[in-house]
């Protein structure tokens, strides 16, 4: 299928096991050409991204006489872990190894296509956050990584570079010590960069709305994860965005899925989206919201304002 051309809609590939390469699959074939991956193992395994694109772009790249990824308009992203934060040059290499393994089979003798996206994953490792943080000692702080990200950027190695897991008022403090450097720049080495992009968790529940407006101020994307309410753990096990009666209202109204009604609602309030599945349906549906993705009203929108939790 011809790519619908719409990165606010990407696919995530988080927790995807064994059907990684079915479910990747089935989202090219549904049009999907932007993908959010990860080098932290156990949750991603960014290699078979990458194995699975080229196989599945293989013939219109020995063929075609444009750069597939060009054409296709592939939009790669991924992030290092805190517990790889260790310098600047080992920042650097990895976000190399990372290009090359996921759309490293697009380079040619004129091309060198780079990721969309190199995210920090989280700038600290947090006991329990993922079992390689139990043991990690002398990590950079978040400044000396941002210096190593602005190589990154400087490199070629991704076309924009940011941040995934951070405060308020982390981001807020790194902000204005990157323009303090801006300011003093003096035009030689490597320019200091603003994040290009933040990653969070949002959904209609908790809708990170500091975070939202600190990236509105100072023109950041916004990308959300876990925005159909993964992130919740509630005693009976239920997920309660999705079995919001507020939601499933509105379900009903435009006879849509709830999953629908929530990524409507992202994408309207300037929201990027990777939401994931592994079954054919539900892929499917979510590449509706390439070209009719926002099908809410502002009612619908206030009224689901009015159901985040304080």
């Not at 490199?155 to 940011?162: F, K, L, N, P, Q």
Request: one cysteine or more; glycine letters at 4%.
């Amino acid at each position: 299928m011809e790519a619908a051309h719409n990165h606010r809609v990407g696919f995530g590939t988080a927790a995807l096991g064994d059907q990684a390469v079915e479910s990747i699959t089935m989202a090219l074939e549904s049009g999907f050409r932007s993908f959010d991956t990860a080098e932290a193992d156990i949750w991603y395994n960014q290699s078979l991204l990458g194995s699975t694109l080229a196989s599945y772009f293989e013939e219109e790249q020995e063929t075609s006489k444009e750069n597939t990824c060009h054409s296709q308009h592939l939009k790669i992203s991924t992030k290092i872990p805190p517990w790889e934060l260790t310098s600047f040059d080992n920042i650097r290499n990895k976000a190399k190894e990372s290009r090359k393994e996921l759309v490293g089979w697009c380079d040619d003798s004129s091309t060198f296509y780079p990721l969309d996206i190199y995210y920090i994953h989280a700038p600290e490792c947090w006991q329990g956050w993922h079992p390689r943080c139990n043991n990690v000692k002398n990590t950079l702080s978040l400044y000396d990584s941002w210096m190593a990200m602005e190589a990154v950027h400087y490199d070629h190695s991704a076309e924009r570079i940011g941040l995934s897991n951070v405060w308020p008022s982390q981001l807020l403090e790194l902000i204005h010590w990157i323009q303090q450097r801006q300011e003093a720049y003096d035009g030689k080495g490597i320019p200091p960069r603003m994040p290009d992009v933040l990653q969070a968790y949002a959904d209609p529940l908790k809708p990170a709305d500091e975070l939202r407006e600190i990236c509105k101020q100072y023109n950041i994307e916004f990308v959300s994860y876990s925005t159909l309410g993964t992130q919740h753990r509630t005693p009976d096990g239920r997920n309660p965005v999705l079995n919001h009666g507020v939601l499933i209202k509105l379900a009903e109204k435009y006879d849509r899925s709830v999953a629908e009604v929530v990524l409507s609602w992202a994408l309207m309030n300037d929201m990027t989206v990777i939401p994931r599945s592994t079954k054919e349906e539900h892929i499917e549906e979510l590449s509706k919201l390439f070209l009719d993705g926002h099908f809410l009203d502002q009612g619908d929108l206030d009224w689901i304002d009015s159901i985040k939790l304080n």
